[in-house]
């Protein structure tokens, strides 16, 4: 990447020296994970690339909290195990939408008040997906082992990782008023939601959650209550 690529179309020198991801410490870990990052700060080749590189060991079972990039697209491998990915994608509600009847879609928009598409979709190794900036998504690990995940976020200048769910997430920063406009439910439930799990970065997937609060929620508990928002 450094010989065919810079910043404004001039190329970049071969770098001389290496940069091993896993002999720093990681930027979060817990029992159900931990992620790996750099930016150019770590390695200044980056700068130019404008690029991050993170790393992500989701533990089997386990999950990484929905999450956004305010400016940077991800372009992620999967480079062990397996699991599934689930992306919130409004691009392909608007074109789905495109065709019908203008009254059809202003009333469809009155009565609903959102407009998008879960995609989901089972991963494994050499799997290789892509995530817009702006575009909520998860990964969850299967039950059978480790899933791991490197990750190239292009644009990473003044980019912001967005937390939607876990003991950082940004929506716990509005108040009950704006949770029931934003998201068209009871304050209470939006708040029992977004705070229900302790952990932050990796929780628990929606099968082991399922089975630890003895509801039987299965692969779509947590997780499909956090898309549905």
């Known amino acids: 990447m450094s010989r065919q690529a810079g910043s404004e179309g001039r190329p970049l ?22 992620l790996r990052e750099a930016d150019f700060n770590d390695y200044p080749e980056l700068k130019d690339l404008n690029i991050q590189v ?7 079972g386990s999950m990484i909290a929905p999450n956004y990039n305010t400016e940077a697209t ?12 689930q992306i919130v994608c409004p691009h392909l509600s608007r074109q789905q939408e495109k065709g019908r009847g203008q009254e ?52 990473a200048k003044n980019n912001h990782g967005t937390w939607l769910a876990g003991r950082n997430n940004v929506l716990k920063q509005m108040d009950s008023v704006t949770k029931e406009l934003a998201f068209d439910q009871p304050a ?21 959650r399922g089975r630890e609060s003895g509801r039987g929620e299965g692969r779509d508990g947590l997780l499909k209550s956090i898309l549905e928002f």
């Not at 020198?13 to 931990?34: A, I, T, V, W």
């Not at 209470?188 to 082991?208: K, Q």
């Open 13 to 34: 020198g071969e770098s001389k020296r290496s940069f091993n991801l896993f002999n720093e410490r990681p930027f979060y870990f817990n029992r159900h994970g931990d």
């Open 74 to 85: 991800k372009i992620a491998v999967v480079v062990g195990g397996s699991g599934h990915v």
């Open 188 to 208: 209470r439930e939006v708040h029992e939601v977004l705070n229900s799990p302790r952990e932050e970065v990796f929780m628990a997937g929606p099968e082991e």
């Open 104 to 155: 059809q879609e202003e009333q469809r928009g009155q009565k609903e008040g959102r407009h998008y598409q879960r995609v989901e979709s089972e991963v494994s190794c050499c799997t290789t997906f892509v995530v817009p900036a702006g575009h909520p998504s998860v990964a969850v690990a299967s039950r059978n082992g480790n899933l791991e995940v490197l990750c190239f976020e292009i644009n």
């Open 54 to 60: 993170s790393f992500a060991n989701i533990s089997k």
